[in-house]
């Protein structure tokens, strides 16, 4: 005598009915977690209270001569407005999907040239990682918008 235990196939049918309610709520929390760092980050790129020739009247303080995080606001990872080029092209981009979903913000190389540079200086200008300071600054925040707090 024997028992038969059936139902795998409704333990199935189940799991593809929520599969894609679960995958739509995590991909709004990724997304919303790729606004809160693309705000980080613009912000670290959008100071507006210095001119470039007030830079200048300063002696250029991100230029090398000067130790890190010299400067009007002693942090090397933000960065002045000039003409708005960088900042505008502060972007997210949303890959959201069943399979495999990502949201990555940055700044297109082709979009504004000199992103390279600012971001691993030169021989004259100091590293101005915006970036990955922006980012730091929010990790909490985005790692609670992705489980939904």
Same mark, same amino acid.
Do not use: C, W
């Given at each position: 005598?024997? *028992?038969?235990?059936? %139902? ?25 977690? %790729? ?15 210095? +001119?470039? !020739? ?7 303080? #991100?230029?090398?001569?000067y +130790?890190? @995080? #010299? ?17 505008? @092209?502060? *972007?997210?981009? $949303?890959?959201? @999907?069943?399979?495999?979903? +990502?949201?990555e ?8 040239? #000199? ?17 990955? $300071?922006?980012?730091r600054?929010? !990790?909490? @925040? ?6 939904? !707090?």
């Amino acid at each position: 005598m024997s *028992v038969k235990i059936e %139902g795998l196939d409704n333990v199935i049918t189940n799991i593809n009915n929520i599969l894609p309610i679960e995958t739509a709520k995590m991909n709004a929390r990724l997304s919303v977690a %790729g606004v809160v760092a693309q705000n980080a980050i613009t912000e670290q790129a959008g100071l507006t209270d210095h +001119t470039l !020739k007030q830079l200048a009247d300063l002696g250029h303080p #991100y230029s090398t001569r000067y +130790t890190a @995080n #010299y400067g009007p606001h002693g942090d090397d990872s933000q960065v002045h407005v000039q003409s708005g080029l960088l900042k505008t @092209n502060i *972007v997210k981009n $949303e890959n959201l @999907n069943t399979a495999l979903s +990502t949201v990555e913000v940055g700044v297109s190389e082709d979009a504004v040239p #000199y992103i390279g540079d600012l971001i691993t200086g030169t021989s004259r200008m100091r590293p101005r990682n915006f970036i990955g $300071e922006g980012f730091r600054k929010v !990790k909490e @925040n985005v790692q609670a918008s992705l489980v939904g !707090k």
